[in-house]
């Protein structure tokens, strides 16, 4: 498979996987979807776990460089933590409040250990930590106990409003996320 073509099927692969969940990705549906041969497919990504590991890998690529983009914006580190629980709110309406992929495919694969998926989610989850502590230290809080809170409510307010198929807990969750931030800053 050229490199377009797998491209492809890893973006393909995640709207799969979000809307239908770990359990019911098929690697003949992605194939379908970008056009390729499923012999192709099954070529470039043997099993169904070995592309979800490289679609995780690629997105949390995406992620870091996200939260490098945003770090580097210059905007108030404040206007950043709003806009990040702007975007979980897009992504929520985008797909139906299906929730965090990575969470998700991590209660799939609960009877079916998959060390290299388990690395990955718990690399992408240290990412988003990582972010949280670093949007703190820039907004001079130098506190991991901020930035640790900050991650906790948007993994919440994340789980949450898929639990419901309801926004309130994001908007919750930025609200609190604001006042916390605002609280500290003033402290």
């Not at 692969?13 to 499923?38: M, Q, S």
């Not at 992620?63 to 629980?85: N, Q, W």
């Not at 230290?137 to 198929?165: K, P």
């Amino acid at each position: 498979m050229n490199t377009e073509n797998r491209e492809k099927a890893l973006d393909a692969f995640g709207p799969i996987l979000i809307k239908k969940g770990y359990e019911w990705v098929d690697i003949n549906e992605v194939a379908e979807t970008i056009e390729v041969e499923p012999e192709e497919m099954k070529h470039a990504f043997s099993s169904k776990a070995l592309l979800c590991e490289s679609w995780m890998e690629l997105t949390d690529e995406r992620t870091k460089k996200h939260h490098e983009e945003l770090l580097a914006s210059g905007k108030p580190m404040r206007d950043i933590v709003d806009g990040y629980f702007g975007e979980l709110e897009s992504f929520m309406k985008e797909f139906g409040f299906r929730g965090c992929p990575f969470t998700n495919t991590a209660r799939a694969i609960r009877n079916q250990p998959e060390p290299q998926i388990e690395r990955r989610i718990q690399e992408h989850k240290g990412e988003i930590r990582r972010f949280f502590l670093e949007v703190c230290e820039r907004a001079s809080f130098h506190s991991e106990v901020v930035g640790e809170a900050l991650f906790l409510i948007y993994s919440g307010a994340t789980t949450e409003s898929a639990n419901i198929h309801n926004l309130k807990p994001v908007t919750a969750g930025r609200t609190a996320a604001l006042s916390l931030f605002d609280l500290y800053k003033a402290n």
